[in-house]
């Protein structure tokens, strides 16, 4: 029985298939910065240099946001939510430890593990660029770690001398608050479950960038999902579009931070028109078309009984799944080794 009434069930797939068969669904989305995260690697923030628009072709560096920076927090999400409505254990599945191979997560957002088995990723996310150049997106701060009396001042710990200045003072780059990343965020071969249960971990995600700071606020708007046979546009090519509509609007007005709501007009606009020159067969929910399926959505993830029947359906299809086809293997991996 289907759950949604805003979308037909042409778009999903009755059972999660094994092979691919050309279904895909893109969650449009703008992640904006709402403290002060951090995406880096080897001590650095993430950053590309790469052209300012699709019509603008200065030379700019951008912040980088890696898809398993991505990926990962969304898909962590979903795993609190199987376990708090006891569909999963800690015991039985833990990430990157011992996965279960055979619950929503795993068959979604795929597993590796040796020798026992593997499943590829139904979602798929790409790095996604900062809006603004990086110099307009980041700021320096010195970092300091005071001792309990909440001074940098020893009163002797740990045989220091008394009144000696602590050096342990560090500085970090960090992402400004509002600064903008649009990302498209893909599900091969969705069911109706499989569809909300991503949607959902969309929504509800909160925290990015490295899981060692007490920052990383980041808040996801979704903008549109698109139906259709095939990928659609990158993230690098749509955050181009976006600054070349805002350029032409007059809107980016540097070095103020941008204003949402013309982020989320010149987004609009710019995936449009992205799509427009598509060579795919495709359904978008955008604008007006989208705003009583993202209704109906958060009301269905918004109350026990709707999160609850979301998940156990998912769990259902990826128990079938596990059983048709993850049994199969590990049985002839392990009759291939004795």
């Not at 710990?157 to 903008?180: A, L, W, Y």
């Not at 949607?199 to 700071?213: E, P």
């Not at 949402?260 to 067969?281: G, H, R, S, Y």
Request: hydrophobic share 35%; with cysteine; glycine share 6%.
């Amino acid at each position: 029985m289907a759950i949604l009434k805003t979308v037909e069930s042409k778009f999903f797939q009755a059972e999660i298939p094994y092979k691919p068969m050309g279904k895909y669904v893109h969650f449009l989305t703008i992640r904006i910065t709402e403290s002060y995260p951090l995406f880096q690697t080897d001590a650095e923030l993430n950053k590309a240099r790469v052209r300012a628009g699709v019509k603008d072709k200065t030379t700019i560096s951008r912040l980088s946001m890696f898809k398993r920076k991505q990926s990962t927090p969304e898909r962590l999400v979903g795993r609190e939510l199987l376990r708090n409505y006891g569909l999963m254990t800690a015991e039985e599945c833990e990430y990157n430890v011992n996965f279960a191979m055979d619950n929503p997560d795993c068959i979604i957002y795929g597993f590796a593990i040796g020798d026992s088995g593997s499943e590829k990723s139904k979602v798929v996310v790409d790095t996604a660029f900062s809006i603004t150049a990086f110099d307009e997106s980041h700021e320096t701060f010195t970092l300091n770690a005071p001792y309990e009396n909440g001074t940098m001042a020893s009163k002797g710990e740990n045989g220091s001398k008394p009144g000696e200045v602590t050096s342990r003072i560090n500085q970090q780059d960090h992402i400004r608050p509002q600064v903008f990343f649009p990302s498209i965020v893909t599900l091969k071969d969705p069911t109706e479950a499989s569809f909300l249960y991503v949607f959902n971990n969309i929504l509800r995600t909160r925290h990015y960038g490295a899981q060692t700071t007490r920052t990383g606020r980041v808040r996801n708007e979704l903008i549109g999902v698109v139906f259709a046979d095939g990928e659609i546009t990158s993230n690098l090519r749509w955050t181009q579009a976006i600054y070349d509509q805002m350029k032409s609007n007059n809107t980016l007005n540097t070095p103020d931070p941008l204003d949402e709501d013309d982020v989320i007009t010149a987004a609009k606009n710019a995936i449009e028109a992205l799509m427009a020159d598509e060579f795919i067969v495709h359904t978008d929910f955008i604008g007006d078309t989208f705003v009583s399926l993202i209704n109906e959505v958060k009301t269905l993830t918004g109350s026990e009984k709707g999160i609850q029947a979301i998940l156990q359906k998912a769990d259902a299809e990826a128990k079938d799944y596990a059983k048709k086809h993850i049994s199969k293997k590990k049985t002839a991996a392990k009759a291939g080794k004795e």
